[in-house]
Structure formats: C-alpha cells, structure tokens
Nanobody, 124 residues
C-alpha cells in the first residue's frame, strides 16, 4: 500500500530553520506531483508548496514564498521542504501529499495520498 512518512518537525525559535522530509513507498514516485500542506489548530488545511514530477517546476503559497523551498529526489522517493526564517504563524502540522497527473493543485481534495503529518512549532 502507499505510504508517505514525514519527518523533521520540531520546536524552533522564530527566525530559525527546519527541513522536513517525506519518504514515499508503494507508488511510482516520479509519476506524482508532490505537495506540502499545513493545518494549524482551528484552521483549515492550507496549501504550502508543490513540485512537479521532474522537479523542474515549483509553486508556493504567498505566505511562504522566499522563505520555503520544496525539492525532490526521485532516486530516493523523497520530497523535502526547507523552511527558513520561520515565524510563529508557521506553527502547524505539516503534511505531504501525492497527486497523480501532471499539474499541481492547491486544493487538498485534489491529492490522492497523504502522510500522517509532522508538528512544527515556532516560538516567539
């Protein structure tokens, strides 16, 4: 079965950095668009970033543009999210997701598979 396993979350001070990883198994990784979403307590799940199958095209939410970088290693079946200049408002559970097809989407309903999430907490 398909598994997406996130890691790398934790507690960091404002201005710090974290790198999230998501290891995929049970699917042809290079055939999927990969995305990162996040959900803060009491809020809806929101799009963070996505990367197309070859890694040549990326897309970011305005709130993280210039601070976060999504990348992937198809040989390792892994997608990453490098998060710099973290702010308290970045605090959330971060999820990776896989979407079949060519194009990225920002709607979480468009994604086929999800990880269990990893907590990121940014203290002020």
């Amino acid at each position: 079965q398909v598994q997406l396993v996130e890691s790398g979350g934790g507690l960091v001070q404002a201005g710090g950095s974290l790198r999230l990883s998501c290891a995929a198994s049970g699917l042809t990784f290079s055939s999927y668009v990969m995305g990162w979403f996040r959900q803060a307590p009491g809020k809806a799940r929101e799009f963070v970033a996505a990367i197309r199958r070859s890694g040549g095209s990326t897309h970011y939410a305005d709130s993280v543009k210039g601070r976060f970088t999504i990348s992937r290693d198809n040989a390792k079946n892994t997608v990453y999210l490098q998060m710099n200049s973290l702010k308290p408002e970045d605090t959330a559970v971060y999820y990776c997701a896989a979407k079949s097809g060519i194009y990225y989407r920002v709607e979480f309903e468009a994604y086929d598979y999800w990880g269990q999430g990893t907590q990121v907490t940014v203290s002020s």
